[in-house]
């Protein structure tokens, strides 16, 4: 059997979370793509006007009207930030969807290449209470990753509440 197509079948009851990993990224590789926008509006149409295309200049208009330039730039800068955060917020939950995934994917592996170790007839029974330990103790360690990564998780959530 083909390496990829054993490796498919680990990774396929994920496959959502996957594809949900996969469309977060691409939004945040688009909040990163505005990030230098508000600068833009701010040198072309806010600090040089004189320099600044006429585009610029009718757009700011359009949104901020005649308001002070000092307070233009207040608000793109806002924005700025904004669109920093947003940006790393998306990433953190594409990152957190791929991690667990991993980890998931990873346990279901373990499992079943020590149930596959158990049910060698080769083997003494010493040695199956030995895979046996094993196994429980990946199990633990898995959980207790788990357990670490979500606590962390959790509490940046609540950080920013």
């Keep these: 059997m083909n390496i990829y197509a054993r490796t498919i079948r680990y990774f396929r009851p994920f496959a959502l979370a996957t594809a949900g990993g996969v ?36 757009l700011l208009k359009e949104w901020f009207g005649a308001t002070s330039p000092s307070l233009v730039v207040f608000w793109l800068c806002l924005a700025m930030v904004l669109i920093s955060l947003l940006a790393g917020l998306v990433n953190l939950g594409s990152n957190y969807l791929f991690v667990r995934v991993g980890l998931q994917s990873l346990l279901k592996l373990r499992t079943d290449l020590y149930t ?13 209470q030995h895979v046996q330990d094993f196994l429980a103790d990946q199990l633990n360690n898995y959980q207790l990753l788990e357990l670490r990564y979500f606590r962390r998780v959790k509490h940046l959530r609540d950080g920013y509440r």
């Design 23 to 58: 469309g977060l990224t691409l939004v945040s590789i688009g909040f990163n793509l505005l990030k230098p926008w508000p600068f833009k509006f701010i040198v072309d149409g806010v600090l040089d006007s004189s320099a600044g295309t006429a585009e610029t200049r009718v």
């Design 116 to 128: 596959a170790l158990q049910n060698l007839p080769q083997l003494t029974r010493l040695v199956q």
